[in-house]
């Protein structure tokens, strides 16, 4: 009942050679259908069994197939790892952790292999600890070692390396302003452990007592403090503190300190940050695991730092355990922001709202009067020059259809259409030149911070150039999903970028005219795209081509489609 509405297993809803054809060659996939997503496993195991994010055993069919179906409260909104076991005869013959991100959910912040700064591992030595920690860092391009820079340090340093290939795109574009990360490696298990963890010992694992106070006592109900976890606190809220400014230029000012941590590592960062609240301004804490060093709030709230919790709905525990820390710390009066995602124990997660969390209260301005006028005159700026092109457009097909295009009248027109249309790519490049110092500066331009007609501009002005369309959907995205941005703006900008991709469309938002008929470019998995266009707000597709075009629906294959040229505003039209 807890996770009802949330996730819910149901019976297996393909036949055998939909999962045959799913897997094809591969021994691992996934197959979507309606609101139910079902794991495949080819294997020649006795069992298999799935472990994240939900934890049950697959059924068995023929052809050596393995099945296990849910049905998920927001399957397109679904972002998680799946970890299976598969055994045979007792013993663990295969583990894999593959990611599905459902086809609608856009990956907002890309990563590059291609590290524009400086990444680097050292070795620390920690007195309290008396070893030395493996230490990753990234220093933004251009990095000047006269300088102070706003610092993020972070738990688990071992995995940082895919947020690094995330964030550093966005420093050098300009869309996030430079951080210095400083990441430290855990502590790691001694001894050695099964691959399915049924031998887990937690006196052995020094992750998880470095990073969660009185997990001993938990655990084993031993009445002493356990020492590692205090030396850890030590080696992370001081010593790295201390090597980082000294050695790379960390701010030591408080307003430019940030950390962050996730599962173990954010039940710590919770436990630092309450017990130490004015080391930082900023505490990112993604899937908390433990409450148990979240001590007992003291002091004033304004001098506890600004949180920002998340958690996914499939990780039901964390999410609880989360939500109990964020909202004891809210009620204290300490300014927290609770995203739940729908999303399993995931690192791709945790990324994705690390930098949002770092967007939130980085570059954080108001945007001025004369912005918000400046995005709005921009609207009417995007718009007249279409509104002359569309005039021209009805004017030259009807001297086609009634004079043919070897007609003097309908050469006169499409030229003067032709010029018009080049007129309106180089008013479309003034208007990005405008707007993206804008959007980097004060970020999306949210309804309740400038206006309806503002928001509407910067959308248009997105729209209508594809070079830039790829950098600013993740901020589009984020604002819709606080309601600050219609649904149906994020759903034609991705139409509109996956058939520049020549690939289907999801939401059914884009057609084409040619010689006067409106074609449908084709829509993936059209039978549900009624239902993936309610959930953007918007109405049926059949109503909304009556109503607009007095057309039905009709079903066209890619192969069928014609030769699409797409116009840059920075070169002339063809």
């Known amino acids: 009942d807890k996770v009802k509405g949330i996730f ?129 860092t990234y220093l933004p391009p251009n990095y000047d070692p006269e300088k102070e820079y706003p610092v993020l340090y972070a738990t688990d340093g071992q995995e940082i390396h895919g947020l690094i290939e995330r964030i550093d795109p966005l420093i050098a574009s300009g869309e996030m302003a430079e951080i210095l990360i400083v990441a430290a490696h855990c502590g790691e298990y001694e001894g050695e452990m099964k691959a399915d963890f049924s031998d887990f010992d937690v006196t052995k694992d020094m992750r998880t007592r470095e990073y969660n106070k009185g997990v001993l006592k938990y655990f084993l109900s031993r009445e002493e403090e356990d020492e590692r976890y205090a030396n850890h606190l030590e080696f992370f809220l001081n010593e790295l503190s201390d090597w980082a400014e000294k050695e790379l230029g960390a701010s030591p000012s408080r307003e430019k300190k940030m950390v962050t941590g996730a599962s173990n590592g954010g039940a710590f960062v919770s436990s630092l940050t309450t017990t130490h609240p004015k080391a930082y301004s900023l505490a990112i804490i993604n899937s908390l695991s433990w409450t148990l060093g979240t001590d007992t709030l003291m002091g004033k709230a304004e001098d506890y730092p600004k949180y920002y919790f998340s958690a ?53 301005e108001e945007f001025p009067t004369e912005v918000i006028e400046k995005l709005e005159s921009l609207f009417e700026e995007d718009q007249a020059k279409r509104l002359e092109l569309n005039k021209l457009e009805k004017q030259r097909e009807q001297a086609r259809e009634e004079h043919g295009a070897e007609s003097e009248e309908f050469k006169s027109l499409k030229t003067q259409f032709d010029i018009k249309q080049q007129e309106m790519l180089e008013q479309d490049a003034r208007n990005t030149e405008v707007l993206e110092p804008i959007l980097k500066k004060y970020g ?81 998995d059209d039978e549900n795209v009624d239902v993936r266009r309610g959930r953007m707000g918007m109405k049926p597709l059949a109503e909304v081509l009556q109503e607009s075009y007095g057309i039905d629906y009709v079903r066209r294959e890619l192969k069928d489609m014609p030769k699409v040229t797409f116009l840059s505003p920075k070169k002339k039209a063809e």
């Open 312 to 364: 996914g709905k499939y990780e039901y525990d964390f999410l609880q355990g989360g939500k109990s820390i964020a909202n004891k710390i809210k009620d204290f009066g300490a300014d927290v922001t609770f995203t739940e995602r729908w999303s399993g124990h995931d690192i791709q997660m945790w990324e994705e709202e690390i930098i949002k969390g770092l967007g939130k209260y980085l570059n954080q």
């Open 444 to 524: 999306w331009p949210h309804i309740s911070k400038t206006s309806k007609l503002a928001n509407k501009s910067a959308f248009f002005i997105v729209q209508h150039n594809f070079e830039i369309q790829a950098r600013y959907l993740p901020m589009l995205l984020e604002s819709a999903r606080s309601k600050e941005t219609p649904g149906k703006w994020v759903a034609l900008l991705q139409d509109r970028m996956l058939i520049y991709q020549g690939k289907e469309q999801i939401y059914g938002t884009q057609l084409l005219t040619l010689n006067g008929e409106h074609l449908i470019w084709p829509i993936e």
């Open 8 to 136: 819910e297993k149901v019976d297996v809803p393909l036949s055998l050679s939909e999962m045959q054809t799913a897997l094809g060659k591969e021994n691992f996939t996934t197959r979507e259908k309606e609101d139910v997503i079902t794991f495949l496993v080819k294997s020649d195991a006795d069992s298999v069994k799935m472990f994240s994010p939900f934890r049950d055993s697959f059924s068995m069919f023929e052809d050596k197939i393995w099945a296990l179906s849910y049905h998920l409260g927001e399957l397109e909104g679904s972002l998680f790892k799946w970890l299976f076991f598969a055994y045979k005869d007792g013993e663990l013959i295969e583990k894999e952790t593959p990611f599905f991100r459902a086809k609608e959910l856009t990956n907002p912040y890309p990563a590059s292999k291609e590290i524009k700064g400086q990444v680097a591992q050292h070795e620390v030595y920690s007195e309290a600890l008396k070893v030395g920690r493996q230490v990753v």
